[in-house]
């Protein structure tokens, strides 16, 4: 990544600035809950708070609902990456095909992946698949377009040059398209990880009993909302983690070009 | 003499309604350098897509006797593939992993990149781009290569440098090539016959044969006095 102004941020303070935030952050949530300003039972106490922290991870119950999510997300999420960069692939490089589905995937990407949550639910019942759906579904159709988009700036010379050594088909698209917009999609790929993030929180408060929204729902429904925080705290956190792994990834030798051509 | 490794009759091309080339009649010899010049915007790029089989005339035929490799200006290699695997990409698939890695070690040893095969094109300086993308043509053993200004991206000197190696190269193993460029300097210091194209919709205007032993240097007598007859041609004198 570059910096966006000219001088960049020396990399101590890039640790230490944004932890000083959250450490004054902290300090304010403490004395304004310490000095009873918030009214009673509206926001827990961060002593209350990492009580609650403690218990859940003690019991168990945090790992499992972290692991709940990641899975949740990590296979709806894989499951959508292995549809539609091939098909985003085919779209780019088939110019009926695009006009003919390309309007349909932008009509599905803009329809909420939460207007999904009542089928979701009478199609495939309760536990993981209906979660499994709408993760897939909320990302799905944004990677189809952004793997479109990416495959219409690849340049002619490549294709031409695939010709004379003889790629063909497949091997073109797998061999030339796909490194081509790699580090394009790598891109995509960020913002929808955070995109199923969001969304696997939603579809837990929904039809399972497990996972960081279920611990949310379940937390509001006892009042706990010590626990609510815990789980928020933590879907921030993992948040975080996702996104900093992405753009690690983009950062792969064979990915290089892309950012410093 | 042998049929023509290349020979274009009655070609054309068309933009939709835009003519690009128009009657084009020509035929190259093998182990010949025909050089193709012309005023920017002719399709000189155009003319050597339809060379290469990469675009289809609109009228008139193109025949080949053989594969081609074409060289372009600048991002012809494939940036997400280091130098050795763009070079590997050029053997042909039919050649067995063990030749291949061998036939790329020589190349890459012979042009004095070993150093770099693991390197990105783009932390490579503009020749050495280049010169890895001529290797990429030269391992197939392909005798058709087409040229689409291959070094008008890097400085006067390593273009100097690179059109001498070029002919070294041709010197040591003959190969039959097309080079459509602006730089008629170029064009004269290279060239057996040099293609003067018109303006669009462009033609044949005339055809110079020049003589033997490449590369001319610059300072020839005989290259200024070629450089003349073109510029002439091309109304810039």
């Known amino acids: 990544m570059r910096p966006m102004s000219a001088r960049p941020v020396p990399p101590v303070l890039r640790w230490v600035l944004p932890l000083a935030v959250g450490a004054l952050l902290l300090a304010a949530w403490w004395i304004a809950s310490a000095t009873g300003q918030f009214p009673r039972g509206t926001v827990p106490s961060p002593e209350a708070v990492a009580r609650g922290f403690g218990a859940e991870a003690r019991s168990g119950r945090l790992v499992d609902d972290i692991v709940a999510s990641l899975y949740r997300v990590g296979f709806g999420f894989v499951g959508a990456v292995l549809v539609a960069v091939p098909l985003g692939l085919v779209l780019g490089r088939f110019a009926l095909a695009r006009a003919a589905i390309l309007p349909w995937v932008n009509f599905f990407r803009t329809l909420s992946p939460i207007a999904w949550i009542p089928f979701a639910i009478i199609w495939f019942g309760i536990g993981d698949p209906p979660a499994l759906f709408i993760i897939f579904l909320a990302t799905f159709f944004q990677i189809t377009l952004a793997t479109v988009g990416a495959t219409a700036t690849v340049p002619r010379v490549h294709y031409r040059v695939a010709d004379d050594l ?64 815990v789980g928020m705290i933590t879907i921030g956190a993992i948040g975080i983690a996702l996104d900093a792994l992405f753009a690690w990834l983009g950062r792969a030798p064979m990915m290089r070009w892309g950012s410093e051509r | 003499m042998t049929a023509p490794m290349l020979a274009l009759h009655g070609l054309g091309f068309a933009y939709g309604a835009t003519p690009v080339l128009q009657d084009l009649e020509l035929e190259v010899a093998a182990g010949e350098l025909v050089a193709c010049v012309g005023p920017s915007g002719c399709g000189k790029s155009t003319l050597l897509a339809l ?187």
């Open chain 1, 166 to 229: 003889g790629l063909r088909g497949a091997a073109v698209l797998f061999e030339v398209t796909l490194p081509a917009i790699l580090p394009q999609l790598m891109v995509a790929l960020r913002v929808a990880i955070g995109v199923a993030w969001m969304v696997v929180v939603a579809a837990e408060m929904i039809a399972v009993r497990s996972g960081l929204g279920f611990l949310i729902i379940d937390a509001r429904n006892a009042l706990r909302m010590d626990l609510v925080v």
């Open chain 2, 51 to 237: 060379l290469g089989g990469h675009l289809r005339p609109t009228r008139g035929t193109v025949v080949r006797a053989g594969a081609s490799r074409t060289i372009y200006q600048d991002g012809g290699l494939f940036p997400w593939l280091t130098v050795a695997a763009n070079v590997a990409l050029g053997v042909p698939r039919t050649v067995d992993a063990a030749t291949r890695a061998a036939r790329v070690g020589d190349w890459l040893a012979k042009s004095h990149l070993a150093e770099f095969a693991d390197h990105y094109p783009h932390q490579l300086s503009g020749g050495m781009r280049q010169r890895v993308e001529l290797g990429r043509a030269l391992v197939a053993e392909t005798d058709l290569l087409l040229l689409d200004e291959p070094f008008s991206a890097l400085d006067y000197q390593t273009r100097l440098r690179m059109r001498r190696e070029l002919a070294a190269t041709l010197a040591a193993r003959p190969r039959t090539v097309v080079l459509v460029t602006h730089d008629i300097e170029e064009a004269v210091q290279l060239a057996d016959r040099i293609v003067v194209l018109g303006p669009r919709p462009a033609s044949v205007r005339t055809v110079l044969t020049l003589p033997p032993g490449r590369p001319r240097a610059p300072t020839d007598p005989g290259v200024a006095a070629a450089t003349q007859t073109i510029l002439e041609e091309l109304g810039l004198s």
